[in-house]
């Protein structure tokens, strides 16, 4: 696997050059740069497989060389590990988008963790990934779309368009309203943190549902029935959850 870096910090630069070569010996960094310029003629000419990328970088962002490429060479689609510094929205646009990232400083243990993932993906990243990206960053507010990742393909949707979740080992199935089904490698407590603003409740150990799609419920029988009429079992031990759920839903 061939790599180019990007960053503008020249030690962070030969510290995760460093690293990489411990961590990963069979990577071959064919390239470096510090500024949206070289860095674009850097990757259009290795063509690399995976791109380490510094989000402010010299004359812009990498987010202005990834516009580049998406215009001039839209088949090349590498994969990406972002590098940045800590902040908290940034870090949940990263998951919302499910687009690997790894924190300045940087760790070893975290850094041999993404790329293990990384090496390890079916798929590569989508432009309109990125896309969701900048909207989560820009405007984390008003944004209110998830990226849903499969072996095959990649869905942007709308939060409010999630109907349940169900735990399947390390997979979950996403059931969305309109029937479709997806299973994604995010865990399903990924998915319970990332949600839990805008409605969604862990109602049993496999099953996150989005509350607002709750049609009638059984206490005697321990299920909720969502509007897709399929019946959620909730846990005894979360039974009294159920009547905080109510609560929010008939205000």
Do not use: W
Request: one cysteine or more; charged letters at 25%; a neutral charge.
């Amino acid at each position: 696997m061939k790599a180019v870096l990007i960053e503008d910090e020249l030690q962070l630069r030969k510290g995760l050059r460093l690293l990489l070569k411990k961590l990963m010996p069979s990577l071959q960094l064919v390239g470096e740069s510090d500024s949206v310029s070289d860095g674009y003629q850097c990757i259009v000419d290795q063509q690399p497989d995976l791109l380490f990328l510094d989000i402010q970088i010299n004359e812009g962002s990498s987010f202005d060389i990834l516009e580049k490429l998406k215009t001039n060479v839209p088949h090349y689609t590498p994969k990406i590990i972002f590098i940045t510094a800590y902040q908290q929205y940034a870090v949940k646009a990263f998951k919302y988008s499910v687009i690997d990232y790894i924190l300045k400083p940087i760790d070893a243990e975290e850094l041999r963790q993404v790329l293990d993932r990384v090496v390890q993906q079916t798929t590569n990243y989508q432009y309109p990934q990125i896309d969701l990206l900048l909207q989560h960053l820009n405007k984390p507010a008003e944004t209110k779309k998830i990226a849903l990742v499969s072996d095959s393909k990649t869905l942007i949707v709308p939060i409010e368009q999630l109907l349940r979740f169900e735990a399947m080992g390390n997979y979950t199935k996403v059931f969305l309203k309109d029937s479709r089904k997806i299973v994604t490698s995010k865990t399903l407590k990924e998915y319970d943190e990332l949600l839990q603003t805008f409605g969604f409740e862990r109602i049993h150990q496999s099953h996150l549902i989005n509350r607002n799609e709750i049609i009638s419920f059984s206490k005697k029988d321990n299920y909720v029935e969502m509007s897709c009429h399929s019946q959620v079992p909730i846990s005894s031990k979360r039974m009294g959850l159920l009547d905080e759920i109510i609560k929010k839903i008939t205000l």
